[in-house]
């Protein structure tokens, strides 16, 4: 019986351990250069090993439409995640929606206005 509670208590200190490094994304860096119309996004995810703990996914939407799923195979480096999109139908007004998953556990959502040129 004592085996068991112990087998037990591994493997529930295991699992809450494994969850503990998992963490979204603390913080999404948004701009839109209205002039050439690209979307620069930096992500901030900070992590051990890049290949194994990393950014798996960004969503982009327009006006609440997603318009890119990009899936992400690894991080670029420990610290964050830097993608780029061409986003041709923004204009002045709009709202550009981005969303950064880890690959563990979690997501964080940011957006901004377009203004002017």
Same mark, same amino acid.
């Given at each position: 019986m004592?085996? +068991?509670?112990?087998? +037990?208590?591994f493997l529930s200190g295991l699992v809450f351990t494994s969850t503990a490094?998992?963490? =979204? =994304?603390?913080d999404i860096k948004v701009t839109f250069d209205p002039e050439t119309q690209?979307?620069?996004v930096v992500i901030a995810h900070n992590v051990s090993n890049p290949i194994s703990?990393? $950014?798996k996914k960004v969503d982009i939407g327009l006006n609440g439409k997603e318009i890119i799923?990009? +899936?992400i195979s690894r991080q670029d480096n420990n610290q964050t995640q830097t993608v780029r999109y061409l $986003? =041709?139908?923004?204009?002045?007004?709009?709202? +550009?929606?981005?969303?950064?998953?880890?690959?563990?556990?979690?997501?964080?959502?940011k957006e901004i206005t377009v203004r002017e040129k």
């Open positions: 004592k085996r +068991i509670l112990v087998v +037990i208590g490094y998992a963490h =979204p =994304p603390s690209m979307l620069e703990h990393y $950014i799923e990009h +899936i $986003i =041709p139908d923004a204009k002045s007004g709009d709202v +550009i929606s981005v969303e950064g998953y880890c690959s563990i556990s979690g997501k964080l959502k």
